[in-house]
Every structure is written in C-alpha cells, then in structure tokens.
C-alpha cells in the first residue's frame, strides 16, 4: 500500500478546493464517506491516491430531512439509517430495502449513501487488478473470459455491471443528486448521473475528478405508491446482486398510473425499462400481462458465453415482483 | 446403548471457551517480541514461469528493509510442501500463480509491502495447464520433468512410487458387468475449494543463541517441529515449536509451511525476531485447498438392485506440488464383488492441493451417491432400501469392522427425518417452487496409534495433563482433559492441561485423520492406570511430592478395521425459475463410538455439514483461462457460508460400542463433511428430475440445466 496524507475538510467547499489544489498539483485524490470498500482498495493496490479526502467530519451530510419538496438525504447517511429510517420505510420502501441488503450490518454501519452509489465495479477482474478498461488499460477481460456475471444489456467495450444496490432504488424513485464542484452546484437527475463505458470507459458516472455528491433529494412521497427491492444473491449476505428489481408503482382502484421499473447488476449503469413502463400504465397488472412485461424486459438482451442464465432469471423477476407488488 | 460414565458422555463447555470469546486467548499472531521484524512474500503473477533474474539492490536500499531472501541466496527445501519433487522455498521456474519469489523483513508491515514493489523480476513465461485431464494430454507443457502424471505415493511408506494411476481392484469386473441386468455410466466434476479457516497463517521465529522457536498455528506441534529441524538442519534439541491457541485448519496447517521456514531464515539473517504473515487472499491461492476432480463411472446392478460391479477412473488436479494423495473415494462404502477404481493424479498450473477435512471423500461421495441415485430412481428402489440392500458390512467385504452402526444410522436417520412422508418421485412436483430429499452415507477411519501422555498429581489434588495438542477448534483440549477426569475419577476443574509447546509436552499425532481422540485420548487412559497404580501402591502425593506417569501406547488392530460412520439426509427447495436453492431440513446422524463430549461433537457435525454445503452450493476457485490467475480468492469471492446461510443441522448420534479407543470413542473430526455434498445433489435431483453433474450446484446450471 503507497503511502497517503489524510486531510478532513469541514465542508464542501473545503473539498472542492482541497479537489482542485490536489489536481493542480499533479497529484490524485480519493473520496472516502465510510471507507470500507476505498481502503480495501488501497490495501490492493487497486488504486493509490496521493491524498484521501476523509468526508467523516462535513457538516450537515449526516441527516435525514423531510422538506416540502420531498426528503433531502446527505450523502454520509449511513446504509443503516437508510435501511431503519421510519419514513423511508413507509413512504420509499424501495431504498430502504435496497440500503438493507447491501453486504453485512458492519458494511451498512459505517457505509454511506453516497459512496454505495458512487462504488467502483465488482468484477473480478476489476478487483484482482488486471489491466482492463477501467485501471486504464485496452481490453476487458471478461469478453473471453469468466462472464458468468456480467452484463447482459449496455455492455461494450466494458462489460462491468454497476454494484450499487441503492442506485436502481433511487432511479426508480426518481431522485436527484446534488453535486459539489469547482464551479458551485448542480442538481442532476439519477437516470443521467451513471454513464455507459460506451460514453466514459473509465468511470461509471458524471462526476469529474473534482466533484462529490453530496446529496440526494427525493420527491415528494405520492399516494397509492407501493415499491420494492428484490435482490438476487448467490449467498444470503455479504455479496453483490447476480440480479435485482426496484420497482414503484402506482396503483389507483387496481389501475396502474404510473411505474418505475430499474434493474440492477444486469448492465454497467442501473437499467431503466420505460418499455416495459409504457405496458403497464392504464392497466391492471394481471399475472399475463406482469409475463408479457418479464418478456419485454429481456427482450433486447445480449448475453455473453456464460452469462444467458440471466435473461430467464430476469424475466421471471421483473414477473413476480410486478405481480406481488400488484397483488 | 453405551453404559454412562461420570464426566465423559456429558455435554461440557470448553475448558479455554471465555478465553477464546473474550480475545484472552494468545494466538499465534497476537505473540509480540521485543525488535520484532514483520516479513512479506512476493508472489508469482504467472502460473508458469523461468525467472530469468531478480534484481533487489532497490527493494534492499529502502528504508527499514533488514533482508530479503530469493532462490538465488536461499536454497532451503521445504520437505513437506512436495512428498515427490524437491520444492524449494522459493522456486524457478515458478509453477502457479502465487508461488513464492522473494521474501522480506523489514522493520513494519508497511516497509515489508513496499520494498516488495521495488524487486525487479524478469520472467520468462512458460506454457501453463489448468486441468488435470489436459494436463495428461500429449504435448501438455511438463510441469515436472517426466511429465504430468504425478507418482504413486503411500502414507505408509516413504518415497514416490511408479508413475501411473493409483489402482484398487477386487474381483472381475468385466464377470460383473456381465451379470448385471443394468449398467450405468456417467462422469461428475468437482472444483478445487479452500479449507478457508478463520485463522490465516503467520509464523514468528525468534533463535536464543542456536535454539531456534517458532510460534506458528499448527495441526500438529511434533510434526511441525520435526519438519523444521529437518529442513533447517537443526537437532531436535535445538527447536522449539509453540501453539498455544489455534484458529482452526481444516487439514490446512499439517506439517510445517514454507513461512515457517521463511521466518526462521530470515530471524536468522537479522539476528532478530521476525514475523510472518499471509494475507486472506495469499491463504487461498499459496497454502493448499481440496483438489478438483473428473469422475468417470461404470456401475452394474441387478434388478433388485444388487451392486454386481462399480468401475471408476477419475483425474484429480493437484496444483505443481504434490502434497496430498489425490484419492477419490466413496466406492469403499458400499458392498459389491467387482470393483476397480483408478485415480490419475496430475501436476496443474494451479493452487496445491492437499488435505482438506475428509481429504478424498466428499468429491466423492458427490460421485458414487450421485450415480446410485440416479440408478434407484431408475429402478424405483426408494434410497433407503437401496442403501441398507448395498452398504458396506465389512471393509473392502472382507475384513470386519471393530463396530458398525451404518445401518442403525441410515434405518433411525430415515425415522427421523420422516424420509417416507416427505418422499415423492424426482421432478414430479408442480409449479415452479419444488423440494426433494436426498441422503448419502459415509465413514472415515477411527484409527488406533501411537502417541503420548504424562500425568503429574500432586498433592493439592491437581492434576497436570501435559499433551501435545494444539486444539484446531475441535475442543480436544476439553476432550483430553474430560478423558484425564474420568480415567483418574477426579472432577474436571482439578484438570490443568498443558499442550501446544514441543519443549512441555510429549509426541503427539497431530490433529490430523481425526486421531487425537483415539490416539492422544487413549494415552491419556493408559498414562491414567500407571498413575492409578501408583496411588495403590504409595499413597497420595504428600507436600512437594508428585507422581508422575508416562504413556506412549502404540495400540494396532490385528485384522479388523476402525471406522466412523454418518448418514446425513437433508430437503431442500429448488426455484427453478429463480435457481435457488435453499435447504429446509438436515439430519445428520454418526456413529462415533462413544461420545465423549456430546456438546463439542454436535458442534464438530454441524460444522461440518455447514463446510459441506458450502462445497456443494457456493464454493469453487475460478481461475481466467486465458491467464491462469485465480479470480476469487477469499471470503467474499469464493462465497464462503455465512451466518445466514447456514440452516438447522439436526445431529445425532448413534452410540455402539467399540472395545478400542478411549472408553469407546471413534472419529468426530472428519467425517461429518463426508456425505454432504452427495445428499445435497440426490436432493436437487428428486426436487427437479435433472441431475447436476458439475459442482459447485449454482444458479447458472439450474436455470441452465431446466432451459
């Protein structure tokens, strides 16, 4: 492991300008919210900052805040709190299911919302360090290789699949995320926050070197809305989603009126299905009509050698989660 | 029904249980020493390459760096690492990736990892080959000069023997095919899996003048301090090798290791105490794990379903190093009058292979069950009339066993376990959700042998037990002492155990082959009757007097054979749209003889069971092809059980009476990881009517397989 300053700004301000002075002087930074996946990473070498910016100690990130325009949730809100906050519970029921699922209760402690949206691949080429795409290298090497979790839609040249549990939560509630840079502040939406590598092959978002989510909002909490997470894993805790479903919708006297449907680990962003959507708004989600959604859902998939078990498995997903969360 | 005895045969905490559990306990890696150096490995990033030279001026010139040793200044041979080649301590050409290249101590931790980046290398890469089949192809890359096929080797005698397949033949089998009415062939995979012990290996080597100690987690602190005299060529006299607290090896931590030997060097370079240790990733990929197998079967039967012949031929990769048998076994636990099974154990480009709890069975028992499920279900035999109609009654059929509960197990496990309730035909539920029953048996040798104990009272009553256990987790330092109370008719808490350190206690086998109990325990009986005699004859031990007795049995059996045996039966639910697998019931019932301490001995099955379906669910270490570098060592790659995984495992045992051992006990250890798998894929099958041949049993070979 090379050798590190920390430094622990005060506020977002401090880091943006602690970001920009680290650039300007050749060097590279790393954000830290809880630490345990970029410590982890230094420890491998996978990547090694000149200077960890320790986000523990911002000033007002750390809170919960329901507001007249929906919720405001700081970046360094724990997984934990995400998962346990009562209104979270009632009114998002999808982001506190997906915070609950992510790896262990020592991860979710100390692990924020902020660093689960913004984690780096978990493909294990990425992880054992080998000279793909993103550590700058020429290939991915997975395309001839062990695919057997990769992704099957939006991949080329890389085929990572993002690892956030929260992200397909918060894309399928609509959120926005407030980032902190040189030039002041900006709020994006979550659906144009993650790139595909097609576009950015490095990094799996928008964020440049000197920027930092600090915040997400959230819109107001609707009527008639019931949302869930629903995670495939290949052990009951403490790994990342083979597959997963974050779904809202909203349902008026057996009507569906509107529907979010996001996948999760199926492609290197969260995966939007407005396709799927558009089938079901003005309807009453029947078990046939939540099949023919299953079918649309995978219908443009394009799977690697190892990797087509997907596309049944998330095509019965996006079914059974439709008709539970329906029914 | 055993006769009950006044301490051994009653559930009892472990007598280090709150030093354990209230981080008390000095494990190896918590012993710290004045100028105490840290040491790190550079490892190979090739699975096959000449090192066309090292250059470590730079990694030499960093700051606190104290020595490095490469196979250019170190020729120390690590005896124990091969039972064929000469391994070196570090090797060229390097065999897998991982093989060690160069180590360093430095002042910390830090420093150590540091210079490590500062060694240039220049490798020359080699062909490489990652499976045992291919590897015996011709015009496979030689691993070894004289190719791939690994030699003959015996635990009973020392030294390689001929290159072919090791071989047992009984009968005719071509006469047995013959005969049959009905004769099935099929091939199953398993895949090289860790013993992932909590516990990683470290070793710190202090030398006081010419005596060399070595604090190291061991399975076998005389084995342990044997190998490194050896290898450093040392009088026994002149090493020490301590363990006080171990955190568990699963056949990992047999014999010594190369960091042992490593550290030792490098102390002995600096002239300072020096500290070695592996990271959780270097654990997986450079001790050793289970070897992957091919199994070809051919089994014949007759309509009643009669075992006539089984034939197996199976390939088992054992990495560039020949540490472990290579076995595939299973086919011993059945009766059949022809029989041949031949094992070709190759050198791989990959992690070593060796001893992992069960070394040859549960890969297979994966094997053989699986068959002879698929052939019941063809006969529509129900299981457990096929098991009890064919399990084994003698050894081999033909010598007697000292005590068998096999089939006590397989007719009271299927009671318990409401086998004819929850019994239906393979894949003949509806809908997607489905569940199935499976049960496999199993056994592993409950063997009798030399080892010692010495007994000190003195005239407090106290009684000092001193053996040379280390306690991998299985309780033995309670188990002995348990043995020492009943034997002398004393209670329990007058017990001091003194184990775990060469220079204070007597030989010991080694928490290996599920011997300590047999071996160390019945010891401790006989050392317990000389010091009983002792008393007769002079009395109690008055003011500084103590008595003091020594025994070194070395027990044999003369024409019969010792063995353990478990049945397990397990139901799991499949689904199949999903692939899930989920386990719902798991009884799992031994006979081991008596029981000496029932409470640590469940704990010991559940462990087991637990370890098992980890094999059959999760585990595999996938290697790149293209690279051959390992993609998931560790806990969260290899995807090893957790907390939440693990179901209710239902033990029980089935106490005979043996006349050997002591007070009766048999093997604990071992075999509650034997049949796991097996029952665990015959319960895939009736849940879903196909089989899966390649473990691990995965999401993408059910959904695969039902597509």
Redo the contacts between chains.
Sequence with gaps: ???FTNVNPENRQEVVSLLKKVIEEGKTASLAGGGSDLLGMIKDDLVAPDVVVNLKDLEGLQKIEPHSQGVRIGGLVTLQELSQHPLILSQYTVLAEAAGTVA?PQIRNVGTVAGNICQRPWC??F??G?PCFKHGGDRC?SV???N?LHAIFGGGPSFIVHPSDTAPALMALEARFRIAGPDGERVVPASEFFVLPREEVSRENILGPDEVLVEIELPPARQNVKSTYVK?M??????HA?LSVAAVLEIDQGVCRKARIVLGAVAPIPWHLPHVERMLVGQRITADLAGDAGRAAVSRAQPLA????KI??TE??VR?TLISLAG | MVEELKTVGHSTPRIDGLQRVTGRATYSADVQLPDMLYARVLRSPHPHARILGIDVARALAAPGVKAILTHENCRLVWSSGDRVNKRYLFNNPVRFVGDAVAAVAATNR?LA??ALKLIQVEYQPLDFVLDAEEALQPGAVEIHPGGNLSPIISFRTTGPGERAPSTYVRGDLEKGFAASDFVFEDRYVSKHVNNAQMEPRVALAHWEGDKLTVWTPTQGISNCHRDIARDMNLALEKVRVVCQYMGGGFGNKNQCQDSDLMAAQLAKETGRPVKLELSRKEDFVCVHGRWATSQNYKVGVLKDGTLQAIQMRGYSAMGPYRKGSGGISGVEYFRCPNVKTEVYAAYTNTAVSANFRGPPYPQGVFGIASILDDISHELKIDPVDFYLKNVTRKYRDSIPYTSSGLLECIRQGAEWFEWKKRRHPAGSQQG?IKTGIGLAAGGFGASVGRSSAVLRLDSDGRLWLHVGVTDIGTGAKTTMALIAAEAMGIDLDKVQVISGDTDRTPYSVGESGSRTTSHTGYAIVEAAKDLKQQLAASGPPQGDEVLIAEATPSPSLEGMVRYSFAVHFVEVEVDT????VRVLKYVAVHDSGRIINPLTAASQVQGGVIQGLGMAL?EEL??????G????PG???A?V?????VPNVEVHFVETEDAYGPFGAKAVGEPPIVPVVGALSNAVFNAIGIRIKELPI???KI??AL?
């Design positions: 492991m090379k050798s262990t294990w080429y992880r054992q080998f090497y001839v290789g062990q057997q495939i290949d052990r009951e805790a403490w790994t083979v190892k990797n087509g078990y049944p498995l019965a997903l059974r | 830090h990892e540091e997607p749209e999903l692939g899930g999760h996938l290697y790149d092809e293209n690279t570098i390992p993609l998931n806990y969260y790659g995807r059980m957790t907390h939440v995984d995965t999401r993408d959904i695969g597509s």
